[in-house]
């Protein structure tokens, strides 16, 4: 709708952001008014506003998934050990129970055995030189000094800490690549601010021409091949031997059945020129973190996993790895009362969590990806979608 002028009629500014609810609510109202559209739903919280302070600008309201949950998963984890059922929040028919069964197979197996191996979220400033030597001279000089950038990082934060650095020179540029830990937290906004500090402390002690806080390398919400071998955030990785039998009762296929979709499908992937390999982990992951309250657009790095099957004597041992995961169990969303609730039915509310969490969702990955391959093999995915993941209004 516009105004005389030809542009749209500016959102009324409140005080303090207007998150009350006398204000959500007012501004809701303008919304109805300005587009005529009904907002009853969105009007229908069932918290206090007051709380989203912090996690969104120009509130009216909320958006309401459905939420469901899938299980039991038995995950044999360095952090995470015992039955868990997993809240996952979508409106994609048949996922949840797509899901589940191959959760449930995993746990008719004997379990998933799960690890987080690294643990380290990443920042990439640019910094520029006049020459390629002075360039080259800086990458020298960086790696020495590294403990005074992390006391730089650290009078920025009680929670990030800078662990390492590493130089990538492309020219008079140099990429400046730092890793840090995060605690409990997904830590981007935190581990942003110390790398300002870092920057500024290295233009105050280091020759250069300029810099920017930002060069794209440490892939935040992208895809990209360092993902892989550098990782981001939470590298985990979960695993289950499969025997015939529970592949036979459970997933109606084979081994060598399931194998073979396996292998088909990673010439699909070459082909295809994928990072990765896997059949959906977006799907696991989306929902999963709609419900729990992590930034859901880091599913684009997170998905960047690899599954793999492979055919043994007693049936098949199933894997995947996820080198990019980034959750946390504390700040951003996790702290909203639906994912606070929904993070309390996996254990895993507040500090000291973060770990167990990473254990809890690469299983239930695991578990979506051997009952999407077995959908596959056995010709049974059109028809579970046709059952499941069909809305017909009456």
Not at 44 to 65: C, K, L
Not at 204 to 224: D, Q, W
Not at 226 to 250: E, F, I, N
Request: glycine share 12%; charged share 15%; aromatic share 6%.
């Amino acid at each position: 709708m516009l105004d005389e002028s030809g542009v749209g009629s500016l959102l009324p500014r409140l005080k303090d952001g207007g998150y009350d609810a006398e204000r959500v609510g007012r501004r809701r109202r303008w919304v109805e008014q300005k587009t005529g559209a009904s907002l009853q739903h969105i009007g229908s919280p069932s918290f206090d506003t007051a709380a989203m302070r912090g996690n969104i600008e120009n509130p009216i309201g909320v958006a309401q998934i459905p939420l469901g949950v899938a299980g039991p998963v038995q995950v044999l984890g360095r952090h995470a050990n015992g039955l868990f059922y997993v809240p996952m929040a979508t409106s994609e028919g048949a996922l949840i129970r797509s899901y589940e069964r191959g959760m449930v197979a995993l746990t008719r197996a004997g379990g998933v055995q799960a690890a987080v191996l690294e643990d380290e979220n990443q920042t990439a400033p640019t910094f520029f030189f006049s020459q390629v030597e002075e360039a080259a001279a800086f990458c020298e000089w960086a790696p020495l000094h590294l403990a005074e950038m992390q006391a730089e990082a650290a009078a920025t934060t009680h929670h990030g800490r800078l662990r390492r650095l590493q130089c990538y020179q492309a020219g008079r540029q140099v990429i400046l690549n730092l890793g840090f830990s995060t605690g409990d937290a997904q830590g981007m906004n935190m581990i942003v601010k110390a790398t300002d500090a870092v920057c500024r402390w290295v233009a105050g002690n280091y020759p250069i021409a300029r810099y920017l806080l930002f060069s794209g390398m440490c892939s935040e919400k992208r895809p990209s091949g360092l993902l892989m071998t550098r990782g981001k955030g939470k590298r985990v990785t979960a695993g289950a031997l499969l025997p015939h039998s529970v592949l036979k009762m459970y997933l109606h296929v084979t081994a060598a059945e399931l194998f073979r979709v396996w292998q088909s499908t990673v010439m699909g992937h070459l082909q295809a020129g994928a990072i990765g390999y896997n059949a959906h982990a977006a799907n696991g992951l989306t929902a999963i973190f709609i419900a729990t309250g992590q930034d859901v657009a880091n599913v684009v790095n997170a998905a960047c996993a690899v599954t793999c099957f492979e055919p043994v004597e007693e049936g098949l041992y199933v894997s995947i790895t996820l080198p990019a995961l980034t959750v946390a169990t504390v700040g951003g969303g996790t702290s909203l009362p639906t994912p606070h609730e929904a993070l309390g039915i996996l254990g895993c509310q507040g500090a000291g969590k973060a770990l167990k969490l990473a254990e809890i969702v690469a299983a239930t990955l695991l578990g979506g990806e051997i009952s999407m391959g077995a959908a596959i093999a056995s010709g049974e995915f059109v028809q579970a979608h046709e059952r499941y993941g069909r809305n017909r209004p009456k």
